[in-house]
């Protein structure tokens, strides 16, 4: 079973910030907050990952709160190409295998 | 830099015949393999995961087999399928002890 709950869908305008929220109350303190997005009939892509620091790379910032308890992966300025389904997974780096809950679906309106 | 390689893109198979998916990666040595699939509307559900060599791990049972002849090869087979192995078949691999996941572009199967 996933370990974060999700809204299934959200909406974002074009051209403003896109906010998706994850809960992981129950993280514990090894595990990562990773994030992926799959686009209609493509294979899953990596976004970001992060353990307690925020982090922020080319295609996203990952916020992360003190407790860890949840996170939000925001894109600064969204277009129409980010619509997709958006994926917030915890796992740790001693061989737990990836657990891909149903996501996000984002629409990105003009 | 490391690319992953999944053939065909698109497949329709008879029911009761047998089936073969293949997957490789290039530029990287003892990666970690993966199989998933994701039915129509439905989230991925991992199948298989390969730590090495003939080393086979599977999740759920079913109808389908793996297996891992060559270090960067990861073979998705079945003798005879069904209706309901109809899907989406994703191809992933990582580096050994962990890190994010790499995706090929998936094989979408469609069993008649």
């Known amino acids: 079973d996933a370990k974060t709950t999700q809204p299934p869908s959200m909406d974002c305008a074009e051209g403003r910030a896109a906010n998706l929220p994850c809960n992981h109350s129950?993280?514990?303190?090894?595990?990562?907050v990773y994030w992926y997005r799959q686009i209609h009939s493509q294979g899953p892509q990596y976004i970001i990952h992060?353990?307690?620091n925020n982090e922020t790379n080319e295609m996203a910032s990952l916020i992360i709160t003190e407790d860890r308890k949840s996170s939000t992966l925001i894109l600064p300025h969204a277009t129409l190409r980010d619509t997709a389904v958006y994926y917030c997974?915890?796992?740790?780096?001693?061989?737990?295998?990836?657990?891909f809950g149903p996501g996000t679906r984002l629409s990105v309106l003009p | 830099s490391q690319t992953i390689h999944q053939w065909p893109a698109t497949l329709v198979q008879p029911v009761g015949s047998p089936l073969s998916l293949e997957c490789t990666v290039e530029?990287?040595?003892?990666?970690?393999l993966y199989w998933y699939r994701q039915a129509a509307g439905r989230g991925l559900q991992l199948l298989f995961y390969?730590?090495?060599?003939?080393?086979i791990s599977s999740e759920v049972p079913q109808n389908l087999s793996a297996s891992r002849p060559q270090d960067r090869q990861f073979i998705l087979s079945s003798k005879k399928l069904l209706l309901s192995d109809s899907g989406f078949y994703l191809c992933?691999?990582?580096?050994?002890?962990?890190?994010?996941?790499?995706f090929g572009s998936g094989t979408r199967l469609t069993v008649v």
């Open positions: 992933a691999w990582s580096a050994q002890g962990n890190y994010g996941y790499t």
């Open positions: 129950t993280i514990s303190g090894n595990e990562y």
């Open positions: 992060g353990l307690k």
């Open positions: 997974i915890v796992r740790d780096n001693y061989g737990q295998n990836f657990v």
């Open positions: 530029g990287t040595s003892n990666p970690n």
């Open positions: 390969s730590v090495g060599i003939g080393q």
